[in-house]
């Protein structure tokens, strides 16, 4: 494994463990990850992998500021509308986004609120790197 797929699996790791929550009396409580079940780490654990790649990080982000269709997400980012595609697929079956037809064109938005809370962790955490490894 190379040292730039380990450091993001340590921050993926670090991420996590910060969104750990459990609701209890509407009361949001922090958790230690050696608290919490198989089932959760390993629902955490799929969750992250499926973001764990730039092409669905960029597609998060684009889909951070509003629906897109495959076609506007593939001239965006610069990537071909199949490729769009697979990754939007990767994404969609582990629930991250959610797509809605809207007459002939689909329509993918953002479904899982997890994803944007690590996205707007991850994003605040890079630029803090950037800054620090910068001086």
């Not at 990850?33 to 198989?38: A, T």
């Not at 969750?47 to 990080?57: C, G, S, T």
Request: glycine share 6%; aromatic share 8%; charged share 25%.
């Amino acid at each position: 494994m190379g040292t730039h797929a380990l450091a993001f699996g340590i921050f993926f790791l670090y991420i996590a463990q910060i969104l750990l929550i459990k609701r209890y009396n509407n009361v949001n409580i922090y958790c230690r990850m050696e608290h919490l079940s198989e089932d959760i780490l390993e629902e955490w654990a799929e969750l992250l992998k499926a973001l764990a790649h730039p092409i669905r990080l960029r597609i998060l982000a684009t889909l951070i500021e509003g629906r897109q269709c495959v076609k506007n997400l593939s001239e965006l980012l610069k990537i071909s509308q199949p490729n769009v595609s697979q990754h939007l697929g990767i994404l969609r079956n582990k629930g991250i986004v959610g797509c809605k037809r809207d007459g002939s064109v689909v329509c993918y938005y953002i479904k899982d609120e997890r994803a944007l809370k690590i996205y707007e962790i991850l994003s605040k955490e890079v630029t803090k790197w950037q800054e620090t490894s910068s001086h």
